[in-house]
């Protein structure tokens, strides 16, 4: 099995082609949304993931935003408190090993479900801008691809955005993406 962190280790054209060609949108995801309409949890093998969409209205326009995240619930390489002088230290490792290079194993399988349950949710709730970050530069190229192909092989009905449409100011890096929903 092949890791992501390994493949991010030099991300070039062949690289970013091999990862977009093992990313695949399946509507037919099955998942369960809590009771507050705010989490997505779900498992694979022995680990537990949570996807986390914060719903709320553009400023721009009113229309409905989902602001989405991904972090791992228990990651076995997880930084101990003992470790870290201080709880800022601490709260900044423990964050990345949640939402950073985890090594869990089959990074497609665990991409696949994310953008298949994200992309499902949003479309059922009539959800017109979906937003979310990655800080990494390698990362940010990955998600760009990614999002090309899964926009166009998989026809799902969304564009990419070079703006924020909450304040409609251009997006000046490339840490922030923002699609709309279209049709």
């Not at 969304?158 to 449409?165: I, M």
Request: hydrophobic share 30%; proline share 4%.
């Amino acid at each position: 099995m092949i890791k992501l962190s390994e493949l991010l280790l030099d991300v070039d054209l062949d690289t970013l082609e091999y990862i977009s060609e093992n990313i695949v949108y399946n509507p037919n995801t099955p998942y369960k949304v809590d009771d507050n309409q705010k989490t997505i949890p779900f498992e694979i093998g022995e680990y537990k993931f949570k996807i986390t969409i914060k719903l709320y209205d553009c400023e721009g326009d009113g229309k409905k935003v989902a602001s989405v995240k991904f972090i791992l619930l228990n990651n076995p390489r997880e930084p101990k408190r003992e470790d870290y002088d201080d709880m800022v230290s601490y709260q900044n490792a423990l964050t990345k090993s949640r939402i950073g290079l985890t090594g869990t194993g089959n990074a497609f399988e665990i991409f696949n479900k994310v953008n298949s349950i994200t992309f499902d949710y949003c479309i059922k709730n009539d959800v017109t801008y979906i937003h979310f970050t990655a800080e990494e530069p390698k990362r940010q190229k990955i998600y760009r691809k990614i999002l090309s192909k899964l926009l166009t092989q998989y026809k799902i009905p969304c564009q990419s955005l070079n703006y924020n449409p909450d304040n409609n100011q251009k997006i000046d890096d490339n840490k922030e993406f923002w699609l709309k929903k279209i049709g």
